[in-house]
């Protein structure tokens, strides 16, 4: 198992203060291959507030649009199940597609399936308009934490897994500009980039979630100020 690094956590995003509430927000770990896995990352750009010039996976916070986009196939009984022991399913559902939807904006890859071109407004019209839908029965559901208090930022983020094989695209583009640097990396170069504490725990469950798909998900936050890492079946 996987240890989490405090300290490191504490030196990512030094306390400044204020009680802000942690907003929904939903990473997607996308994998590749099987005897040398490689994962997606990108390298936030240096002029950040949070986390500036660190390695992560694409993600964001819960927009509106979220809550009504369309999609192509539904979140599976299992992970469905986990999500919603958490929060209601209409969120649920909303936080699957936020992964799906942060993910397309920040590398351009296509999470989904072959659909009508649909003319949308919103943070959905350039995925739409590029001919899919996203599927969510692809996705699994590996891991939550919680911002500690006080950071500049806070979040309330799942990390969602999916395979490389769910993308209509296999190579990612520049996206938004938010990630100035895309790459598929081998768990092992991952680990030795500049990481956050969380990507860096993350990464150390999705290697073991590799080999053991049905392991307790595990719940990261700061209780009482102390760092607890709880797991859930």
Do not use: C
């Not at 992560?56 to 009504?68: A, E, L, Q, Y």
């Not at 590996?142 to 309330?156: E, H, L, M, Q």
């Amino acid at each position: 198992m996987t240890p989490f690094d405090a300290a490191q956590d504490l030196a990512d995003a030094p306390r400044v203060g204020g009680a802000q509430r942690p907003k929904d927000a939903a990473t997607l770990i996308l994998t590749r291959g099987r005897d040398r896995p490689e994962v997606l990352m990108g390298r936030r750009a240096p002029g950040h507030v949070f986390m500036a010039s660190k390695w992560v996976f694409p993600g964001g916070r819960i927009d509106r649009s979220d809550f009504t986009a369309a999609a192509m196939g539904e979140l599976l009984g299992e992970v469905a199940r986990r999500l919603e022991g958490e929060l209601p399913a209409r969120r649920a559902r909303a936080l699957a597609l936020t992964a799906v939807r942060e993910t397309f904006e920040e590398t351009g890859l296509i999470l989904g399936r072959p659909a009508p071109r649909a003319s949308v407004a919103g943070p959905w019209r350039e995925y739409r308009q590029a001919g899919a839908l996203p599927d969510l029965s692809v996705l699994s559901y590996i891991a939550r934490a919680i911002t500690p208090p006080g950071r500049t930022r806070r979040f309330d983020a799942r990390f969602f897994m999916a395979p490389a094989e769910a993308l209509l695209s296999p190579e990612p583009t520049a996206g938004s500009g938010e990630l100035d640097e895309i790459a598929w990396l081998p768990l092992d170069e991952a680990r030795a980039l500049d990481l956050p504490a969380i990507t860096r725990f993350v990464l150390g469950e999705l290697a073991e979630r590799l080999e053991h798909p049905n392991r307790p998900l595990p719940f990261v936050r700061m209780v009482r100020g102390r760092h607890t890492v709880e797991h859930r079946d």
